[in-house]
């Protein structure tokens, strides 16, 4: 099944300590990205990556790091997490920057609690 | 830069009743359009997208959406409200030019269904 695959998909961690979140399509699409969902703000864009080793910054990139030193697999890194980053996180791909037939692909997203 | 006005962020209509979700947008360029629904607890499907072919776009679960140019707008529409169709709605952008890689989401709009 064509799917994208977040782990976890809850967490609660406390301030300061070093957490992976981690995103990999199985489509063979080049464009990966993620988003942080927030009550009456949508959904903006953390960072994205048009192919492999290439990564940009989207809205809200301060506080994240990504990699992707796969064309599958797309990981969100949050070096010292802190309360302000309690949010939903989203992946998704796609097999270009502007969709394909069926849009964005976005996983089930990871509910992130920072104590 | 581009932008998505949804206005208001809860709607609510019988069951039986026309469902329409209004979806204003702003892009310097010829954009490409998509409708997305988040049901709880999970992530956002695709329910329809224009990019550029027909102004009417057929959706799933009997959604449809109408591109208006002249009034930038893409509002999304179901002549007949089911219970299952109460969900968060998000109306996207995404640049077709290739100057800007990412899909931006209005702020969400949440349909109640009433018995």
């Known amino acids: 099944e064509a799917q994208v695959t977040q782990n976890p998909r809850y967490l609660i961690t406390v301030t300061g300590k070093k957490l992976t979140v981690t995103c990999s399509q199985n489509?063979?699409?080049?464009?990966m990205s993620w988003y942080r969902q927030d009550p009456g703000l949508g959904l903006r864009q953390i960072y994205y990556s048009m192919n492999v080793e290439v990564t940009d910054k989207g809205d809200v990139p301060e506080g994240y790091k990504v990699s992707r030193k796969e064309k599958r697999n797309f990981p969100l890194i949050l070096e010292s997490p802190s309360p302000n980053q309690t949010s939903l996180y989203f992946c998704?791909?796609?097999?270009?920057?502007?969709?394909?037939?069926?849009?964005?692909?976005f996983g089930s997203g990871t509910r992130l609690t920072v104590v | 830069a581009q932008s998505v006005t949804q206005l208001g962020s809860h709607v609510s209509v019988s069951e039986g009743a026309l469902v329409l979700l209004r979806c204003n947008y702003s892009?310097?360029?010829?954009?490409?359009l998509f409708w997305y629904v988040q049901y709880p607890n999970q992530g956002l499907q695709l329910l329809l997208k224009y990019t550029s072919a027909a102004t009417l776009v057929k959706g799933i679960n009997g959604f449809e959406a109408e591109f208006k140019k002249s009034e930038t707008s893409f509002h999304l529409t179901k002549p007949s409200a089911h219970m299952s169709d109460a969900a968060e709605y998000f109306c996207?952008?995404?640049?077709?030019?290739?100057?800007?890689?990412?899909?931006?989401f209005g702020k969400g709009i949440t349909l109640s269904v009433r018995p």
């Open positions: 996207a952008v995404s640049d077709q030019s290739g100057a800007n890689s990412k899909l931006t």
């Open positions: 998704a791909s796609s097999l270009s920057r502007t969709g394909d037939a069926k849009g964005y692909t």
């Open positions: 489509m063979n699409h080049e464009y």
């Open positions: 892009s310097s360029v010829p954009p490409y």
